[in-house]
């Protein structure tokens, strides 16, 4: 039996939010529902059905019964990180694949991955024909805090979330907000989740944990509706990104010259999938990493060529590894790659520990690891990791590829570069038949010439 309203959320809208269209989040599509209530879901489309996450089917079955689904990129890359072409392709291309798995659906709200934005990404987001954009915080409980955003928000392009719930947070802590809004008059407060399991990750709340603040929410009588329905905003009409630029193989800022958006005073968090720090301190090239371990990057003045390389520091490891990586993006800075190729790799570094090369492959959907080198050895002097990788699936659509550490140490990177081996095999095999021919045809050559003297000296004698 529902338990006695209190009042405490009388005059208060709440929002449930859960991002990166996890599996775990049916167990709160169906904990909602059970409850008379719908939830706002933001995937990433090119995500779905891949290991752990929400399937094709699963989406539809959970707009057909009223949750909302909502965009937050193709693949959940910082969007604040990145150009503005870039950021089009991430925002538009995932609203309009969105609306396509749902059978035509209007998708009209976003939520920025990792809560990051700027103003070239609200515009973008607002550019694509969405309506609404959800970042992380902004309002809370705290005295100085703001306590709710508005319904009728003065930035639909900036909507500010409330709570964000991990394992260690408790339930108390959404109660607490949702009682501040309401002493200070009430508002719109949107809660964010992540997993919903007993302890799988660290940005996971328990079913009945949920269903408590669920419970609770109801009863003190305030409304739970999705973001959608609370501002009732329209979205414009679908827009795709722009085309890719980049050729097959190219590289871009492959010797670490521009800086990237983190050396500019932006702070980053981890994802729901763990110690994954994509920041990009150098333009296009992310520090990418999984697994058990602790590192540290660095820009630093200690380059091969040019100004500037990365250095990783890798102070505790378990497992996993740390890596300098060409950003996993659609065409800005990971060139397209033809099914069957083969490239070969390279890295210049400075390693008192082994390192090696990785590659990672795009096919349909989201990006997948292919491959990597042996290890090269631990060098004091610039060396290159030189290796060609293996043939390129047929549903390949992009390629990347870094250099990664596996151990305590410390590793200094610079001037990376790729190169279609099949392309150095026919040289090779067109040098080679040319010299062939060379060698069959210098006696004709020579036959030739000899009888273009003898023609001569006999017209001489006549």
């Known amino acids: 039996s529902r338990p006695a309203a209190t009042g405490d959320g009388r005059g208060v809208t709440v929002s449930f939010t859960f991002d990166d269209g996890l599996a775990s989040q049916l167990t709160a599509a169906r904990l909602l529902a059970t409850h008379n209530v719908r939830g706002t879901f933001f995937i990433n489309s090119d995500r779905v059905g891949s290991t752990g996450r929400l399937s094709a089917e699963q989406l539809r079955t959970m707009a057909g019964a009223g949750h909302e689904i909502g965009g ?12 503005p072409d870039e950021q089009r392709r991430q925002v538009c291309d995932d609203r309009v694949a969105i609306s396509k798995l749902l059978g035509g659906r209007t998708v009209s709200s976003f939520a920025y991955p990792y809560g990051y934005l700027d103003s070239d990404a609200k515009l973008a987001v607002r550019d694509c024909g969405y309506a609404t954009a959800r970042t992380v915080g902004g309002t809370g409980a705290c005295p100085s805090c703001t306590p709710s955003e508005r319904l009728g928000p003065p930035d639909p392009m900036q909507l500010r979330s409330s709570v964000s719930f991990v394992r260690t947070t408790p339930v108390s802590d959404g109660i607490a907000a949702i009682r501040n809004a309401r002493r200070h008059g009430g508002g719109w407060i949107i809660f964010v989740f992540h997993d919903v399991c007993a302890g799988c990750s660290h940005m996971s709340i328990t079913e009945e944990q949920l269903d408590e603040l669920l419970r609770w929410t109801i009863q003190s009588g305030a409304t739970v509706t999705t973001v959608r329905d609370a501002t009732r905003l329209a979205p414009a009409a679908l827009i795709p990104g722009p085309a890719p630029s980049l050729a097959p193989g190219q590289v871009p800022f492959g010797s670490l010259e521009r800086a990237g958006k983190a050396e500019l005073g932006r702070a980053y968090v ?10 990009e301190g150098s333009a296009c090239w992310m520090r990418a990493g999984f697994g058990q371990n602790q590192a540290s990057w660095n820009r ?13 520091t890798m102070t505790r490891f378990q497992d996993g590894d740390r890596k300098l990586m060409l950003r996993m993006d659609r065409g800005s800075c990971a060139p397209p790659a033809s099914a069957g190729e083969r490239y070969t790799l390279s890295a210049w570094y400075r390693s008192d520990a082994p390192v090696r090369l990785v590659m990672f492959v795009r096919r349909e959907g989201d990006w997948q690891f292919l491959s990597a080198s042996p290890q090269a050895p631990r060098s004091d002097g610039w060396r290159e990791a030189r290796w060609t990788a293996p043939a390129l699936p047929d549903d390949v ?15 200094v990177v610079d001037d ?17 038949l040319a010299g062939v021919l060379g060698l069959v045809m210098l006696p004709l050559a ?3 010439i000899g009888q273009g003297i003898r023609r001569r000296r006999a017209g001489r004698t006549t």
Do not use: C, K, Y
């Open 300 to 312: 630093v003045r200690e380059s091969r060529s040019g100004a500037w390389a990365e250095r990783l």
């Open 72 to 83: 937050h990129t193709l693949d959940h890359l910082n969007v604040a990180s990145v150009d």
């Open 446 to 448: 020579w036959f030739t």
């Open 270 to 279: 981890a994802d729901a999938e763990g110690p994954i720090d994509n920041r």
């Open 397 to 411: 659509r992009q390629v990347s590829f870094g250099l990664a550490l596996a151990s305590v140490g410390t590793m």
């Open 416 to 432: 990376f570069s790729m190169s279609p081996a099949t392309t150095s095999w026919m040289n090779a095999r067109t040098m080679m």
